[in-house]
């Protein structure tokens, strides 16, 4: 079973920067695409960037595209999410999973809180 640990939220004013990491069981990370998801309370869970196996190629959703960078280490099998210039709207609980097609097990998330 997949185990994904993501750390790295917290609590920040609109504006700042935050980095989120995410380390898996095994060497998973570096043989799938990659993504960071997010939810807030009350909707569905959404892709938020993916990345492909080797790193050059990469999507955002829209509300982030510009703010958001996702990278990957291979050699760490540690997958980032740097956020830059955050809104009140990124608040969620952050997860990292396969890109499109996630895996049934989540881990327990990153909560970023971001006030105005």
């Known amino acids: 079973q997949v185990q994904l640990v993501e750390s790295g939220g917290g609590l920040v004013q609109a504006g700042d920067s935050l980095r989120l990491s995410c380390v898996a069981s095994?060497?998973?990370?570096?043989?799938?695409?990659m993504a960071w998801y997010r939810q807030a309370p009350g909707t569905q869970r959404e892709l938020v960037a993916a990345?492909?196996?080797?790193?050059?190629?990469?999507k955002y959703a829209d509300s982030v595209k510009g703010r958001f960078t996702i990278s990957r280490d291979n050699a760490k099998n540690i997958l980032y999410l740097q956020m830059n210039s955050l809104k009140p709207e990124d608040t969620a609980a952050y997860y990292c999973?396969?890109?499109?097609?996630?895996?049934?097990?989540w881990g327990q998330g990153t909560q970023v809180t971001v006030s105005s």
């Open positions: 999973n396969r890109a499109y097609e996630p895996w049934d097990s």
């Open positions: 990345i492909n196996i080797v790193g050059g190629s990469t």
């Open positions: 095994g060497s998973i990370l570096r043989v799938f695409p």
